[in-house]
């Protein structure tokens, strides 16, 4: 029974501490590590040989924290015993093509300069960390390089904490609108926005769904899971501009094919496509 678990800080009061648990299938465990960001350090993520499910425990935590967490993604919250105690580890900066850094805290911003983007862990996907954000970044550094000297604009479907938003704008954008599902979401992208400072960034809750796009964007990042992609391929097709870049994401390998399938079908050619570990992500464009 393999156990994938942070370091976790000391405990000094039992009785005042909570334990939140969920079952959830295997496949998405590394989307629940950058879901639970804010966790992370009291995580731990049970593995049963041959089975098909994980189980989630997120320890220490207060009761207001837990309920958060029960009412966000079901599960079930308990009073937690006594645990010893043990360090907390720090995450390390991302650096983006040398033309951005991600951190956690405005304490960890590393020397030299330079343009930094402080997205702290919190439940809302995209600390940076996980393989699909971090490709996506590197990916709209790339984008932001071909439209040096121009203006672009940008759309973020399922912009989770913001981060591609954000980092559009500090890449040289001179808007970016953001949308998510989740009010809490939505919520942390908004604050994101405001504690880094940057001004040009829409956020609002979008249900992919139901939206149609009333314009076109140069710019379109979808970092969502496969069957939603597949889904709504031709709405997120007809939303980027003839010429414009699809930055995409969230992709299982299991389920590559179908989503490229599904955008080559709606009109977009897969120009590179990037593999890490078990999740893809691509870049397109639209063809005239």
Known sequence: MPTRTAKRPTISKAHSHYVWRKLSGAQWEDAWWDRLAGVRDRLAVTALVGAK???LEAFQLTKAQAERLRKAFGGSVSAQKKMRAVSVAVRTPIRVRGKLVVVGSAAEKPGGGGKVLVI?????FGTGDHATTSTCLRFLADVSGERAGEPW?????GCGSGILAIAA?????RRAEAGDFDPHAVRTAKENVKLNGVTGVVVRKLNVRAWQPARTWPVVAANLFSGLLVEVAPKIAAA????????F????RAQEKEVIVAFERAGLRMDRIVRKGKWVSGLGTKRG
């Not at 702290?120 to 809302?124: D, Y």
């Not at 604009?153 to 479907?157: A, G, S, T, V």
């Not at 980027?240 to 930055?247: D, I, Q, Y």
């Open 53 to 55: 499910t994980i189980r």
């Open 169 to 173: 704008r500090m890449l040289g954008a």
């Open 120 to 124: 702290p862990a919190g439940m809302a």
């Open 153 to 157: 604009e940008m759309l973020d479907l």
């Open 249 to 252: 994401s969230g992709v299982l």
């Open 240 to 247: 980027v501009a003839t010429g414009g870049r699809l930055v």
